[in-house]
């Protein structure tokens, strides 16, 4: 059987590591390959890691500071121009400051978001239902 793929990476304008190799390290010892772009990766690193990696189920976007919505605006053109073909999904701060406005988690989903991550413990299972829901029409490219 083929090894899970996922691509990791904290979106662009965002410098903080420590949850970032934190998820890949429990992602790698539940089986996963992660392939961790690390802090202040742009849309079009995501991008070519997707070209890259075909095979990769999901990318995984972190975001502490706050930023995100600048930060992935040319999701939705990655996505329709079928550089991202898989699931994005995100966690973390999404939001600046300290009250949180509900219409941020539906921007992000406008942007391309797939799927959106309160709490790193839960991504594991997010990404089996990703993986279970995924049409038949789109199955994960085998790589020799």
Not at 23 to 40: D, P, S
Not at 82 to 101: A, E, H, Q, Y
Not at 114 to 120: A, E, G, K, T
């Amino acid at each position: 059987m083929q090894q899970r793929k996922i691509i990791l990476g904290v979106a662009a304008s965002d410098a903080h590591a420590v949850a970032n190799h934190l998820i890949a390290h429990a992602l790698r010892g539940i089986g996963f390959t992660v392939v961790n772009l690390g802090t202040c990766t742009p849309v079009e690193e995501f991008a070519e890691a997707c070209r890259e990696h075909p095979d990769a189920e999901a990318v995984v976007i972190g975001s502490l500071n706050g930023h995100v919505h600048e930060d992935l605006r040319d999701l939705a053109a990655a996505k329709a121009e079928g550089t991202i073909r898989c699931p994005v999904v995100v966690g973390g701060n999404l939001s600046v400051g300290s009250r949180k406005d509900p219409s941020a988690l539906e921007r992000l989903h406008r942007l391309g978001v797939d799927r959106i991550v309160n709490d790193p413990a839960v991504l594991p299972a997010v990404l089996d239902e990703l993986r279970a829901t995924r049409p038949a029409a789109e199955p994960l490219l085998a790589v020799s």
